[in-house]
């Protein structure tokens, strides 16, 4: 449904990143484990120290001490903001482009953003293991004040994202294990924009989409152990959604009241596969290194297709680049309970200057993490992490058509510079059985 141009126009920007819903590239999240978060990743497919390993790797389930949950919060405090640099309106009729006013639209990001997620990993033999993963690996809210000068583009975006992950991992020896999962989607999208009138001194009118959908995917790894150091792979299928909602349309006069109204509508999706390899060496030592790139498939979103029931098809170009991103971290067991971690990253953003949009206006990203977990007895660990996020300030320079297909067709065009930052704040608990 239109809610695949909800979540794809959502995606389009970025989906928590300084001036993204995810502080990361498109519209995924990288926040799904609170150790991880304090190392900057770094150690994704390899550090294979609590249950959150499932959602990284799941062939590091064999590495783990023993049965364990492991129970994570982010709480991000998102700053972003927008500059107007000459968006306009070019109206048939008019000679010239009509200048667009109004005000900046605010920090569009709710205070504070909570992501939660959950994993459970279980021992059944000395080499097999079950694991359960609840996360969110995608997601976005953002809403701009009224009157703001990107109205036409958007005013409020939302994607929500659950996926639980069923896993295995089995060991094939002390020195490989390969692992894997199915990842069962649910995605649920809003997207708001406003709508010009043609009639003088008229307001705008407003399109609505919504919709859902749950698919399956599916993810594999492989872990290798030599000594000191080990090397990890893994591998996310894409998730291929068919969105089905509504699309609706409200508040135009004079020629364009008719096409007021709601309809069904259907949007394919493609969520993209992606690829991590990590390095670390120093198992069992006191210090430890890590490293990890990361590629996602973003190329795959050339244009959003939406269908309405009775309606015009629209099209709408996003044209990503693939992205990637490369992490670093070192971490240290200053006494029997207490580790300290630091790290950071380069996160490249998949969206163009031409194609990026308000929803979720997305920049390059450096981030500079830092953790601590303390072990408070043989059972329990609380883990406790935090990161700051630099935006890379970005340029939209953005054009689409409203009405296509008739005489009223419009063009507007966002063009405005995107600035943003964001701290993040990690903790979990993880309690082995």
Known sequence: MLR????????????????????????SLKEQSAKETGRAFAGGAVAADDASIIFYNPAGMTKLERSQISLNTHVLFVDSSQRNDGTTLTVPGSPAAIPVTGNDGGNPFDQPVIVPTG??????????WFGLGISAPFGLKVEYDPGFF??????????KTVNIQPSVGFAI??????????????IDVKLRNALPNLVPGAGDGELNISGDDLSVGWNAGVLFSFGKARLGAHYRSKVVHRLDGSYQVSGLVGPLAGANGRSFATAPLEIPESVTVSAMYGVGDRFRVMATGQWFNWSRFEAIVVEPLGRPVTVSEQNYKDSWSGHGAVEFDATDRLTLRAGGLYDTTPTRDAFRTTRVPDGDRIWATAGATWRLNDRIDVNVSYAHVFVSEERLDRRDTLFSGTAAATTARVVSTNSGNADVIGTSLTIRL
């Open 4 to 27: 695949k141009a909800l979540w794809l126009a959502a995606g389009s920007a970025c989906v928590m990143g300084g001036a993204s819903g995810a502080l990361a590239s498109g519209f």
């Open 173 to 186: 020896n002390d020195n490989v294990s390969i692992g894997g999962g199915i990842d069962i989607q649910q």
């Open 150 to 159: 990107g109205r036409y583009d958007s005013i409020k975006s939302e994607v």
């Open 119 to 128: 994993y459970a990993a279980f021992r059944a033999t000395d080499r097999l």
